[in-house]
Every structure is written in C-alpha cells, then in structure tokens.
C-alpha cells in the first residue's frame, strides 16, 4: 500500500509526502526493498512533477470541469 500528499506553500513551494508500506513476510531482506523503494521515488518524483505541468491545459480541454478520471464511480 501506498500514497503521496503534495502540499502548497504559501511562498510558490510545494511539499511531496510518499509513503509506502511493504510487508513480504521476511523473506526478502530489508535492505533490499528499501534499495527497491530509494530507487523508484526519485522517479515517481519526476513522473508526479511533469504530470503536474501539463494538468492546467489537460484540464482546459475538458468539458466536464469536474471530470476526475482517477475517481471511480461505483
């Protein structure tokens, strides 16, 4: 399980938060997975980062403003 909060500050900055949950039963060691996670989070990092540039005009061609695909509807 995981999850990351990005949060705006007041001078233009922002704060990105991940954080992750990994539990294999102790048969992978520790160092290994958190080789695996020091590894993958800069390149989340930047995925997030240029996602994040392109949202405003993504956004500006939706006809739905509140279009949120990420949201499933049940």
Request: hydrophobic share 30%.
């Amino acid at each position: 399980m995981s999850g990351y909060h990005i949060e705006k500050l007041e001078d233009g900055g922002s704060v990105f938060t991940y954080l992750s949950c990994a539990d294999p039963r102790g048969w992978i060691p520790k160092w290994v997975i958190n080789s695996f996670y020091s590894s993958l989070a800069p390149g989340l990092i930047d995925k997030m980062y240029n996602a994040a540039k392109g949202y405003k005009e993504w956004k500006d061609k939706q006809e739905d403003p509140n279009f949120k695909p990420w949201l499933k509807s049940e």
